[in-house]
């Protein structure tokens, strides 16, 4: 591109140094927090005031932290799943409802099953069915993409919409096995008293949470490690040289599939086991599963980086829901605008650091008649 | 059970056709130019609170529509600037447009939530023509955007088809670099594209609003139709005059809930009757989705791909 007596060139790098890696996030951030406050300010907000009370409500008290903390539990797991998937370049975004079934197996699992069992058991079976559920939802996308290559974006998409109405059938709608019999009020059943985990202190931080982070540590092993993670990162570079080495993509494509619905479905169940309790419709109104690709994909699929990034996700989301608790409320939307816009950011940032930004004065040629 | 109201169902299936037929050619425009835009929903949502929230302000239709036509152009040029210039991800790019238009129209329309429509498009009367019983009511009682809608998806079709920027634009989609070889700018092809498709999905937001929605709610005014357009950009194999007998088909999945709800006839309970459009898109996905009809369907061959002329 040429503007006036300068060309602007970008010149591909061969290799990006480490602290780019770290400024393009933190650059989108700034940006986005620019946009958001055009905003603020627009609709009559104090921009500096919004964000340091956000950020207070959401970071750095006690309670803050610790809200958060909880929010971010699910919010992780549902990175993980964006990230594991986006990572072969199969873009599941159907966890937002792959969560909503992991819930609905999980709470079954939660009363029927954990009756009898052990405190340690039971909760452990309780995730395990909400994983299950989770991955058998994503189970017509990924057959589909393996088998047919039909587009596994819509597909998965499209069942967000119907495990929406089914969550709100079993609460709402019937007076099945999900709703609380007790009560006219509609509400979920609660799971058994053993297949629940205690809050630490009295706080909303579970014990999830170290599972979360032990999950994507564990992951971020094994995927550098194991052949599986070999074979998948060959596969997202060059399907076709997978093909040639002899790897099994359909294989590939349905166990990636499967696994990030079953991680999106254990953020359902972990939503089971700590604050919720049961069927809970809350869960359908704060998008953890848009908001877990909105997180993968600013930690760049890498899954250490998703549980940051989740943290300072549910933060925003924390410390916006305690703004609309003032004498002048700030939509909670605000979050979702924040982070939107750190997407749009960062993916445009993506590109000063795959390549060097060079401007150089054009020598004017005269052209000889 | 009453006759009228299924007249009314058809007639309401071709009214919210019409939302569908502006979000799809705007799709198919975008995606024949090899650019992929998901972020139809985010648009639509923008367009749908930007009309809103013109129209309580100054009480001009006109006026309402063209701002929301504005806000999908300028939508649409985020997505071009990222994944065009930017080269960016055009599925998360497109995914990040939808998360930002769901969260911007939730927050600024904030203050009018629940608040009732303040202008409304008026359906034409056509005179005799809207008397024929049975077809009148069905086909002859719209507003004038339904009609127009019709006659821009023949023109559409008559652009890609019968004309030269045209063909260039279908020759984007399939071969870029032959295209570049040409002369012509890639870029500027998947620029202009890119940006009159978000215009057509930022209208297609501002008709449902203030034809169709009664009153703003985020969650319940676009309610996943922008997912839907996307899905009938398939199902009409990228052929504008397609998209016309998909939207009607896939309009009347979306009306007949409410005709059940509304005539009290509970065969099945509504969250299941609500899950139809849904389901029956994921039908016709898979249905498409056989060796035999891909061949058929013709899909851009580049679509989703950036074009860099060093790394062809």
Known sequence: ?369 | MNSNVWILTFADAISIATTLILATIGAILTERSGVINLGVEGILLMGAVTAFLVGDGTHNLWFALFMSILVGVAMAAVHAILTITLRANQIVAGLALVIFGTGLSQYVGKPVEGKSRPVTIQPMHLGKLSDIPIVGPILFGHDIFTYLTWVGALVCSLYLNRTRPGLVLRATGDAPATVDAQGVSVAMVRFVHTILGGALMGLAGGWFMLARGTAWSQAATTNGIGWIALSLVVFAAWRPLRAIAGAVLFGFTLQVPYTLQGQQINILPPEIVQMLPFVATLFVLVALSTPRARKLLGAPKMLGQPFVRDER
């Open chain 1, 1 to 369: 591109m040429i503007i006036g007596n300068f060309r602007i060139e970008l010149e591909p790098r061969l290799t990006s140094p480490k602290w780019l890696y770290a400024a393009v996030p933190a650059g989108s951030l700034v940006f986005a927090f620019i946009v958001g406050g055009v905003f603020l300010a627009l609709t009559g907000h104090s921009p500096i005031g919004t964000y340091s009370s956000l950020i207070s409500h959401g970071y750095t008290s006690t309670k803050g932290i610790t809200n958060t903390l909880g929010l971010a539990t699910p919010l992780i797991c549902t990175g993980l799943a964006a990230a594991f998937a986006f990572r072969m370049n199969l873009f599941n975004i159907g966890e937002e409802g792959q969560m909503y079934l992991g819930m609905i197996g999980s709470a079954w699992a939660g009363i029927a099953l954990a009756g009898h069992m052990p405190h340690v058991l039971a909760v452990l079976t309780v995730l395990i069915v909400g994983a299950a559920a989770g991955a058998l939802w994503v189970l017509l996308p990924a057959v589909l993409r393996a088998k047919l290559g039909t587009s596994e974006i819509v597909s998965t998409l499209l069942l967000n919409y119907v495990a929406l109405n089914l969550v709100n059938y079993f609460i709402f709608g019937s007076r099945g096995f999900f709703r609380d019999p007790t009560t006219s009020f509609p509400q979920g059943r609660g799971v058994e008293e053993t297949a629940r985990f205690h809050s630490f202190g009295n706080s909303n931080t579970y014990p999830t949470v170290i599972i979360a982070v032990l999950l994507a540590v564990a992951l971020y092993w094994f995927m550098k490690r194991s052949n599986f993670g070999y074979e998948t990162s060959v596969f997202a570079d060059s399907p076709n040289t997978a093909r040639y080495a002899g790897m099994n993509s359909t294989k590939l494509t349905l166990s990636v599939l499967l696994f990030s619905g079953a991680l999106a479905g254990l953020a359902g169940a972990m939503y089971v086991v700590g604050p919720a309790g049961k069927v809970d419709p809350g869960l359908l109104q704060i998008g953890l599963g848009y908001a877990g690709i909105v997180v993968a994909a600013l930690a760049r699929y890498n899954f250490v980086a998703v549980v940051l990034t989740a943290i300072l996700f549910a933060g925003l989301r924390v410390g916006g829901a305690s703004l609309q608790i003032s004498s002048n409320p700030v939509p909670i939307a605000i979050a979702v605008v924040l982070q939107g816009s750190v997407l749009l950011f960062a993916l445009g940032g993506e590109i000063f650091r795959r390549n060097r930004l060079r401007i150089r004065r054009v020598q004017q040629v005269s052209v000889a008649s």
